[in-house]
């Protein structure tokens, strides 16, 4: 290439490569700007470190072949009787690693409404095995943590006490952790998936020194659209409880 072609058409390439890149970067910017605030920055720095730090990471979210090894090797255990197949199709994900939400099939107010006061009275029964506080998670959401006066095993080590929350300042979906073959019944039900980072380790040295570091049965549940779904979403966060206290002392 010649020095007049390279000072022109080189230059022009770049403008034209920019010009194209631009729209689509400010379409999924919006599209993470919607999700409202999530464990991350709610603002540009947020949107480039979920797709250039932690982007890179994410994994593909409806394979249960994670937990058909768990199931192989012996952990058999399920809290759920039953999962009823979902009435309707999957909604709509967003693309971002981090925060997981829905871009669509939300909550009418009073079901959104329904889902935080049966949360609300879960505690209530509950005291000697879960407290509600902020989640460490999200930052912006309502958790439920292991009580104060039971162990910690490995698996709430690692998301520092915390079992279930609530993502009620946008899609009112839920995020938990279950044992295996419960991670396999709902989404293979069509009930939920696995977070993108579900299993992942993010070095600190990526993330200021944040511990980002999710097991692989953390998983994502759709919010719930009917009074029997709440219902139903709140029977998994009971199994939630009982996988990660080791209790069947559920009320």
């Known amino acids: 290439m010649s020095l007049i072609a390279r000072k022109v058409v080189l230059p022009a390439l770049a403008v034209a490569g920019i010009a194209l890149l631009t729209p689509a970067m400010y379409r999924d910017y919006r599209i993470f700007m919607s999700y409202g605030p999530g464990g991350i920055p ?4 947020g949107w480039f470190a979920s797709n250039v730090v932690l982007g890179p990471f994410g994994k593909e979210m409806l394979s249960t ?5 768990h199931i192989q090797a012996g952990h058999r255990t399920s809290h759920l009787s039953s999962v009823p197949v979902k009435a309707r199709e999957r909604p709509v994900v967003g693309p971002h690693a981090v925060p997981q939400r829905q871009l669509t099939e939300f909550p009418n ?7 935080i006061q ?10 000697h095995l ?3 506080a902020n989640s460490g998670l999200e930052l912006h959401a309502d958790a439920l943590f292991v009580a104060e006066t039971l162990p910690e095993g490995p698996t709430l080590q690692e998301t520092n006490g915390e079992i279930a ?6 899609d009112s979906s839920v995020h938990v952790t279950l044992a295996p073959a419960d991670c396999k019944k709902v989404i293979e039900s069509g009930w939920g998936q696995r977070h993108a980072l ?9 993330t200021l020194g944040r511990k980002i570091a999710l097991p ?3 998983v994502l549940i759709y919010a719930p659209r009917t009074e029997e779904e709440v219902a139903f979403v709140m029977e998994v966060i009971g199994a939630s409880v009982k996988y990660m206290t080791g209790s069947d002392g559920v009320n």
């Open 42 to 45: 709610y603002n540009i720095l």
């Open 65 to 69: 072949e994670i937990y058909d090894r």
């Open 118 to 127: 049966e949360f609300v009275a879960f505690v209530a029964r509950n005291p």
């Open 130 to 132: 879960v407290r509600m």
């Open 165 to 170: 929350h609530i993502h009620r300042l946008k």
């Open 216 to 218: 692989a049965e953390y």
């Open 109 to 115: 107010g009073s079901i959104k409404e329904k889902l």
């Open 198 to 206: 579900s299993g992942v380790s993010v070095p600190r040295a990526l």
